[in-house]
């Protein structure tokens, strides 16, 4: 009868994937194409932001200093002022907005500040400033950084292998990773057996049936058959490794109070996901909004335990 595999600490088999992984190479990408993918590189403003004075509101553009003293009933001639939309370029020789109510024809009834309905060339941004840091996972939202004149970034894209492990796919795509069959970075398999194996069980329930090795010449790990060791191999290792890949860097955890009592086994990582209310989930398939990670030295935590939760 064969002895049983050794189970190896989470935090030890994680280093050892690393020590696999190969480095992978920044690409440069339009920005519209690096959405979603890991900043190589921080991204930063190639000019002042905006470039000229803009106008933040409708209304006609006006040199402030004309306008001092005026009111209902010493109004001040001011013939000629160019309306002007929000969001355009102020003319030459304004540098205020006069709001529509403040002009009846060619008289002009109350006083505007300098500035007062502008954004001044480079309060937005300055030329240089770093406006996304190397490691951000770039959002739809970052399109916008096209107004500091920002048309493509370095990014880094980790090509994943799922070999019967296909429902991962969503999950290796929003960490900015490419599902590739070819020359893979790293191969997340189910059902399948590795070529060579140097971790062969995993010290976390669920996530036991774990394994670590190569697979194609590839670095591998061999995920459970069961949704729920599927999901905490994903979460304790695959994760982790594309966000190395990428260069990403994680999230800061979120602190929740627990919603019950969550038992764990000694010696083992325990891996809890929370649904609504840091209530722990005991179906794989319940929703999950947060991940509790319960370190192998403990039992587990009391119902309304103040916790550090990651997202799932």
């Known amino acids: 009868m064969s002895a049983p595999p ?30 979603g993918r890991v900043l190589a590189a921080p991204l930063r403003a190639r000019g002042p932001v905006p470039p000229v004075a803009i106008a933040l509101r409708e209304g006609w553009a006006v040199a ?43 008289l002009v009834l109350e006083p505007v500040g300098p500035g007062e309905g502008v954004r001044l060339a480079g309060e937005t941004a300055q030329a240089g400033i770093e406006l996304r840091p190397a490691g951000t ?11 500091a004149g920002i048309e493509a970034a370095s990014v880094r894209v980790p090509r994943i292998a799922l070999p019967g492990a296909s429902a991962l796919a969503a999950l290796a795509a929003a960490e900015g990773a490419e599902v590739a069959e070819a020359d893979p970075d790293l191969v997340l398999a189910c059902g399948l057996t590795l070529d060579t194996v140097h971790c062969p069980a995993l010290g976390a329930r669920p996530g036991e049936a774990t394994a670590i090795g190569t697979l194609g010449g590839r670095p591998a790990v061999r995920l459970g058959p069961l949704p ?30 627990l919603g019950r009592k969550v038992a764990s086994p000694i010696g ?41 939760a990651c997202d799932p």
């Not at 189970?7 to 696999?20: D, H, Y």
């Not at 996972?137 to 107004?147: C, Q, S, T, V």
């Not at 860097?249 to 929740?256: D, E, G």
């Open 268 to 308: 083992f990582t325990g891996v809890v996901p929370l649904g609504p209310g840091g209530m722990p989930q005991d179906s794989a398939l319940a929703p999950v909004e947060a991940l509790l990670i319960v370190p192998p030295g403990l039992e587990g935590y009391d119902a309304g335990t103040q916790i550090e």
């Open 64 to 106: 402030a200093a004309l306008t001092e003293g005026a009111g209902p009933y010493a109004p001040v001639l001011l013939p000629g002022l160019a309306w002007i939309a929000a969001g355009a370029a102020l003319p030459p020789g304004t540098d205020a907005v006069l709001q529509p109510f403040a002009r009846d024809g060619d």
């Open 6 to 35: 050794r189970l190896v600490p989470v935090a030890e088999a994680l280093r050892l994937l690393l020590g696999l992984l190969p480095p992978v190479a920044p690409r440069r990408l339009p920005l519209a194409q690096a959405i």
């Open 137 to 147: 996972l770039l959002r739809p939202a970052d399109l916008l950084l096209a107004d």
């Open 228 to 257: 729920e060791d599927l999901l905490a191999g994903w979460w304790l290792l695959g994760r982790p490794a594309l966000r190395a890949l990428a260069g990403r860097t994680a999230p800061p955890p979120r602190r929740l109070t």
